[in-house]
């Protein structure tokens, strides 16, 4: 990729209509990563320690833990940096950095959604051949198919947005590098590339949501049809955590990226929920509606007074 910019950094400005906020959101996003890290680490902790969840569900879960561990760090020290009284400045490859990770992780979770929805479709719908169909080697081909094409779309969205001409003004009027308002300080025409980022940006999320809703429909009509009420109840349990997830990480990207005219201040406030809450409640949502998850923690947690039969 050649490179025709002669900015050498640029200033991000921050989240917008926040001046005089900087110590009360400086205490919240640091006690949003902290609780993040603690969440998704237990999580972590308690599948790896516990063999009877060493199955292809908690395997998709162990790795959506490990990304939403990473997924806050993409933006938010150089948030807290700046929230703290630090330099605004990022440099030009930093700048490419962040933008780039946001996506290969935020697609790699999308992919992973997809994923968990497929692997909870053969659980639910073909139970007899489920141990076969979702076997270790596959398990693992569609956990690295997820990253590598992640990475094959972060890869076209930076590139495309990078090689523009970067001549004139470098102050970046939101609190990260993404494709909106950096094609906004571009030295070209960016009408086309914005049609088709836009479209690559909204078919990718789009494609996994109509394939999580194919998946999901299945699993609704296979549930209705369990005659035991017990039955119904943990899989509809078991499914609701991962809706709740799914909605929480698609509904931002809709309301981005898909939207007419942008809102600057509703899109940072958007943008934040997606990466730092987010990545901070999907441990609670589905630690607390899963027994099995519960009970594995509680063992982490209380090692020495756990018994099995209390």
């Not at 605004?88 to 933008?99: D, K, P, T, W």
């Not at 909106?180 to 025409?189: F, H, N, S, T």
């Not at 296979?222 to 799914?246: D, M, P, V, Y």
């Not at 309301?255 to 901070?280: E, G, K, S």
Request: proline letters at 5%; one cysteine or more.
């Amino acid at each position: 990729m050649r490179n025709l910019s002669v900015v050498t950094e640029f200033i991000l400005l921050g989240i917008p209509h926040t001046e005089g906020l900087e110590t009360m959101l400086l205490v919240l996003f640091l006690s949003f990563c902290i609780f993040t890290l603690m969440g998704n680490l237990l999580i972590l902790l308690a599948i790896v320690s516990s063999t009877w969840l060493h199955t292809p569900m908690y395997f998709f879960l162990c790795k959506l833990s490990i990304f939403d561990i990473f997924f806050p760090s993409v933006s938010s020290p150089k948030l807290l940096c700046y929230l703290s009284g630090n330099s605004r400045a990022i440099s030009y490859a930093g700048c490419a950095s962040q933008l780039f990770f946001y996506h290969f992780l935020g697609c790699t979770e999308c992919f992973l959604y997809t994923v968990m929805a497929y692997d909870r479709f053969v659980a639910i719908c073909h139970p007899l051949r489920y141990t076969v169909i979702m076997s270790h080697r596959v398990c693992v081909i569609l956990a690295m198919g997820t990253s590598f094409f992640a990475c094959i779309q972060a890869t076209f969205l930076t590139t495309l947005t990078f090689q523009l001409p970067y001549c004139g003004p470098n102050e970046v009027d939101y609190y990260f590098c993404d494709i909106p308002v950096m094609l906004k300080l571009a030295c070209a025409d960016t009408s086309a590339l914005e049609m088709v980022g836009f479209i690559s940006v909204g078919l990718m999320p789009l494609s996994c949501f109509l394939l999580i809703l194919t998946s999901y429909s299945c699993i609704i009509c296979s549930i209705l049809q369990i005659h035991s009420a017990e039955g119904r109840r943990r899989a509809f349990s078991t499914c609701s955590a991962h809706l709740t997830a799914i909605l929480l990480s698609f509904m931002p990207v809709v309301l981005i990226y898909l939207q007419p005219t942008p809102n600057p201040w509703l899109n940072a406030t958007v943008q934040i929920l997606n990466n730092l809450v987010t990545p901070m409640l999907n441990p609670l949502i589905y630690s607390l509606r899963n027994k099995e998850v519960k009970y594995s923690l509680r063992k982490v947690l209380q090692p020495v007074a756990f018994f099995p039969g209390r």
